[in-house]
């Protein structure tokens, strides 16, 4: 079982960065694919990145894939999600996530098994 804590979101001006953070509990985090998502009120939960179990694999969303960074320290049981010019539509809370391996290309959140609280991010313009 892995329990997940994201924590790093704020508020911050468009164009500006924030690094988010999930922390896991768990013996098993280092063979699970982490998933990052985002919810922005009345909207469905989005796809935002995923990384495999060895950090070689990852996959971003259109909006994702040309700013932000997903990245994993299996020895830190932590993945990270680095966010660069930031826009106002990136306004969101974000979720942390896990599952086996299936879960890398699918960009559903049906997929998944674990999921964090969230942490909200907010870009002012």
């Known amino acids: 079982q892995v329990q997940l804590v994201e924590s790093g979101g704020g508020l911050v001006q468009a164009g500006g960065s924030l690094r988010l953070s999930c922390a896991a509990s768990?013996?098993?985090?280092?063979?699970?694919?982490m998933g990052w998502f985002r919810q922005a009120p009345g909207k469905e939960r989005e796809f935002v990145a995923a990384?495999?179990?060895?950090?070689?694999?990852?996959y971003y969303s259109d909006s994702a894939k040309d700013r932000f960074t997903i990245s994993r320290d299996n020895a830190k049981n932590t993945v990270y999600l680095q966010m660069n010019t930031l826009i106002p539509e990136d306004t969101a809370v974000y979720y942390c996530?896990?599952?086996?391996?299936?879960?890398?290309?699918?960009?559903?959140?049906?997929?998944?098994?674990?999921w964090g609280q969230g942490t909200q991010v907010t870009v002012s313009s």
């Open positions: 996530a896990g599952g086996d391996f299936s879960v890398l290309r699918s960009q559903l959140s049906s997929f998944y098994d674990y």
């Open positions: 990384i495999s179990w060895n950090g070689v694999g990852t």
């Open positions: 768990g013996r098993t985090f280092s063979t699970y694919t």
